[in-house]
């Protein structure tokens, strides 16, 4: 089992910036894939970003450019730095963890373990 706390969300104005942190324990070694998704209001739980051992990345179409996804495996965290930020990626932010390969369109459906959120919130 791989328990995930989230930290760092908060209340930002439109072109600030966060930086989320995920804190992984227990069975951390056999997790290949780590991500995060989102809830934004009204709309589907969202993959945003995901990283696999190796360090290859992708991201979501909407935040590519803007938001950066990074792993401290010495530390067994998992970051997300939110640059240029916009009203629209207001929601709950979940960190996901996967023992296979997913790639960011899989984070919602396919990941084994996930943490409860936390909330970034984006005035205008």
């Known amino acids: 089992h791989v328990d995930l706390v989230e930290s760092g969300g908060g209340s930002v104005q439109a072109g600030g910036s966060l930086k989320l942190s995920c804190a992984a324990s227990g069975a951390v070694s056999y997790v290949t894939t780590m991500g995060w998704f989102r809830q934004v209001p009204g709309k589907e739980r969202e993959g945003v970003a995901v990283t696999h051992l190796g360090g290859s990345t992708n991201y979501a179409n909407s935040v590519r450019g803007r938001f950066t996804i990074s792993r401290d495996y010495a530390k067994n965290t998992l970051y997300l730095q939110l640059d240029s930020l916009k009203p629209e990626d207001t929601g709950m932010y979940y960190c996901?963890?996967?023992?296979?390969?997913?790639?960011?369109?899989?984070?919602?459906?396919?990941?084994?373990?996930w943490g409860k959120g936390t909330l970034v919130t984006i005035s205008s």
């Open positions: 996901a963890a996967g023992l296979a390969n997913y790639d960011v369109e899989e984070l919602v459906s396919g990941m084994d373990y």
